[in-house]
């Protein structure tokens, strides 16, 4: 099998996740390159969880629908998934839970007690029936053991061993040459990407699918402080006051808390404050569907924040792009001084990744203040980028949300006064433009690089849309800047085009409004906006219908 | 033109009880390093101090002074970070953020501008407006009756509970020296007349008096002394001086503790 899904699945708290992690480990070091799904509903016992593990020789950025392996905890992971398995897939379940006449039952429960584990423990007994099953070699699944089971390595591995035992070898997974690459969800990639390039805070009020970029910085010891404030407005408003004093400051959320910021986003453009900003979208309006995902914020984010301003929107679809933009956006908004959205949804930021690194990612140089004179903070400049210097020194820093001069004081009688300073900002959102339109990966083209038919998507509808595409004449455009918009970059890839079709998780097709202020007018729309994220097999459908 | 001074013009309405507060000011940080001090403001009448006053100011949205004080303490301890505010500002919009300040003990001191009302706006009733009071929001009177926001600061753990009044300058800027010097989250609540909307000049010279420091470490005696005075017309004693001051660790101390002992590449490889 070159390319094979498992969906492990249960109730939240019999540990569904953790299995699937392990699976997923152990896939990897057999060479196999992984895409992990963790499905959740917005409760803490109970429900229903699962995580989908995709194994394939090639790098993936998706799921797939199709399951060649069901391991289920519970009787509802049967009953949801079993109408998704392939005819020859194999089934393993917890015979303590679950009556099935066919598969494979292990009485996970009973041997977990009986080796001296608890019933959470079920969930060893289940990946080592699953190992044994494909043929992983026993020293495999204990050095992953001995990795992933910090805690009770001993018991799970009596477990496991009892089973592995006990239980036949189906087939035999063949190792493959690849060498192993990090997991890592697309949050913990961004927050490892804004580190290389000098992250000092990051701020936050607990929000999915957002929340875990906290856990995972407080839970290391990089030199990040992690800050947990009263609400989303202190939270950025802490994160300006931080930027002022000289210390690189990142705020995560969801389009809630999003929303509570955006008079901070007005606040970071007039004050020429650099912030990071992390929208990892869930399905709105309002709170929506707090654990599942959609695309449905970017009309909003693009026109957040009052005035006449504009700033840095980037949307990575998966965690080498997570990685890699994390760092690059940070060091964009201190280069520009302003705000900048970092725009991810639910399935990059908790789906598990392959990591590679393609471009060195460290803290780039700023453009300090010499110490000669009398320090402006808005100095009126050619390119509109004023030096920077921070309060504690020599200078006097005067940071204001008020229109104001070169040195900080309101502005309010003099119109020309009023005048120059919105033309120097206006002078650098051309600067940021510039650097856009300098950047050979504001966008990222795949497929038929000659073909007419066009498919232009974004985010996480990009690793669907370009498996789809595999099998049609199709070119897909990615979008991965979206303000300033990449326009020369884009329409030189539509010179030869004949059909544009754009695919999105939203249902007004937010993209697309965007192309078309851009001149860019959509012959089709795939849409999808039911909080589940949109499968390659899906637009493969759509696709047949239009091509 | 003292170093203190911008020569900006000054807009306050004459008579106004913010020229107390900013002289008071400027008269207790003579002798600080000036270049370790950063002041924040809200926006209200109090905030334009941030356009008059020569040193480093972060003057911020509307009831968001106090956030950013927190992040610029945070970024750079070493920093003495003052927070200028408003009733308008920290108690109606903001009041969230001064509760949780006072809360965590951020080493940061609050010097609220108490003048009972939205003046900038040309008159509403605040938190801490009297019971029935008419303002152009309000021309039958206020349907609601104030808090009395020192109580709350106590309830909120404020290490330093102060009050001063800005028509005791003297008071106001040995108050603000020793709230300034306090470490720890200190608040300086000084009842500022508006002489256009407001003016309680004659009420605050009549029934205000100075208290001497005693059993400041003392929640009860502190709460006796808060309680004196309701924010009501009614001709009851205000008393100005240090309520209440205790020691406790500091919010930046306890919160900044990530230490640099793994690298992303080390990670990385832990993630294989």
């Known amino acids: 099998m070159k390319d094979f899904t498992i969906l492990v699945g249960g109730q939240a708290g019999q540990g569904s996740r953790k299995a699937g992690l392990v699976i997923a480990k152990i896939l990897n070091n057999l060479g196999y390159r992984i895409f992990i799904y963790d499905d959740y509903e917005s409760l803490i016992k109970g429900g229903h969880s699962f995580s989908k593990i995709r194994a394939s020789d090639k790098k993936i950025f998706t799921q797939s629908s199709e399951l060649n392996f069901i391991l289920a905890l519970d009787q509802k992971t049967l009953d949801k998934h079993l109408n998704n398995l392939k005819d020859d897939g194999i089934i393993i379940f917890n015979s303590d839970e679950i009556k099935f006449d066919k598969g494979l039952g292990i009485n996970a429960e009973t041997i977990a007690k009986e080796e001296g584990g608890s019933s959470i423990m079920a969930n060893t007994a289940i990946i080592a029936a699953f190992a044994k099953t494909i043929g992983v070699d026993f020293d495999l699944l204990k050095n992953t053991f001995q990795k992933e089971f910090k805690k009770g390595f001993d018991i799970n591995l009596k477990i496991a061993e009892r089973i592995y035992n006990e239980v036949d070898e189906k087939l035999k997974i063949e190792k493959l040459d690849n060498k192993p690459l990090s997991l890592i969800t697309g949050n913990e990639a961004l927050a490892l990407g804004a580190t290389k390039a000098g992250l000092d805070i990051y701020y936050a009020y607990p929000m999915t699918p957002a929340t875990s970029i906290l856990h995972f910085l407080a839970g290391r010891k990089l030199g990040v402080n992690t800050i947990q404030l009263e609400n989303e407005i202190s939270v950025i408003i802490a994160a300006l006051g931080s930027a002022y004093a000289g210390k690189r400051s990142m705020v995560g959320t969801s389009g809630g808390g999003f929303a509570l910021m955006t008079e901070g986003i007005s606040f970071a453009a007039i004050a020429e404050l650099p912030v990071v900003i992390v929208n990892s979208q869930r399905t709105g309006p309002a709170t929506g569907v707090p654990t599942y995902t959609g695309q449905s914020d970017l009309n909003f984010v693009l026109n957040a924040g009052h005035g006449d301003i504009v700033k840095f929107t980037i949307a990575p679809s998966n965690a080498d792009e997570c ?225 | 033109m003292n170093k203190l001074d911008t020569n900006y013009k000054n807009t306050w309405c004459p008579g106004c009880g913010n020229f107390g507060i900013l002289a008071a000011f400027k008269k207790a940080i003579e002798d600080e390093d000036l270049s370790k001090i950063v002041i924040t403001t809200g926006i209200g009448c109090h905030a334009k101090l941030a356009d008059y006053i020569n040193v480093n100011s972060f003057y911020s949205l509307h009831g968001r002074s106090i956030p950013a004080a927190e992040g610029i303490k945070l970024a750079n301890p070493e920093l003495k970070v003052i927070v200028f505010t408003g009733d308008g500002d920290s108690l109606d919009e903001g009041i969230s953020h001064l509760i949780h300040a006072a809360k965590r ?96 000049a004659e009420l605050y010279n009549k029934n205000t008096y100075v208290i001497s420091d005693n059993n400041l470490d003392s929640r009860e005696e502190a709460l006796k002394k808060i309680r004196e005075w309701n924010y009501e017309e009614i001709d009851q004693k205000i008393p100005l001086g240090i309520f209440y001051e205790i020691q406790k660790k500091l919010y930046f101390e306890r919160a900044l503790i990530s230490k640099k002992e793994e690298t992303v590449e080390q990670i990385l490889e832990e993630l294989i």
Request: charged content about 25%; glycine content about 6%; hydrophobic content about 40%.
């Open chain 2, 105 to 200: 003990n951020t080493d940061i001191t609050v010097i609220l501008h108490n003048n009972r009302l939205f003046a900038l706006t040309t008159g509403q009733f605040t938190a801490v407006s009297p019971d029935s009071f008419k303002g152009k929001s309000t021309p039958m009177g206020s349907p609601e009756s104030p808090i009395n926001p020192l109580e709350l600061l106590l309830a909120s753990n404020a290490t330093f509970i102060a009050r001063s009044y800005s028509g005791n300058i003297k008071h106001l800027e040995e108050i603000i020296k020793r709230a300034i010097s306090h470490k720890g989250f200190s608040i300086v609540e000084v009842l500022d007349p508006c002489v256009s909307f407001f003016n309680t």
């Open chain 1, 323 to 547: 990685f890699k933009w994390g760092g690059r956006i940070l060091n964009l908004a201190w280069k520009y001084q302003t705000p900048a959205i970092l725009l991810v949804d639910k399935e990059i930021s908790e789906s598990t990744f392959n990591l590679e690194i393609d471009q060195e990612i460290k803290k780039e140089e700023i453009l300090l203040a010499d110490k000669k004179g009398q320090y402006e903070r808005y100095e009126i400049t050619d390119n509109g980028i004023s030096p920077l210097a921070f309060p504690g020194g020599d200078a006097i820093v005067k940071a204001t949300s008020y229109e104001h001069n070169e040195f900080g004081l309101t502005a309010e009688e003099s119109e020309e006064e009023i005048m120059a300073m919105q033309e120097k900002r206006l002078r650098k959102f051309e600067a940021m433009q510039e650097e856009v339109d300098l950047m050979a990966d504001a966008i990222k083209v795949y497929g038929k690089k000659d073909s007419k038919n066009v498919l232009i998507t974004w985010g996480s509808s990009v690793g669907p849309s370009i498996e789809a595409a595999e099998n049609f004449d199709l070119k897909v455009i990615q979008i991965i800047v979206l303000e300033p918009f990449p326009i020369i970059q884009v329409m030189k890839e539509l010179e030869d085009a004949s059909q544009v079709i754009c695919v999105e998780q939203n249902a007004l097709g937010q993209l697309t409004s965007l192309l078309s202020k851009n001149g860019i007018e959509a012959d089709e729309l795939i849409l999808k906006y039911s909080s589940r994220v949109i499968q390659k097999e899906e637009i493969e459908d759509l696709l047949k219908e239009i091509i």
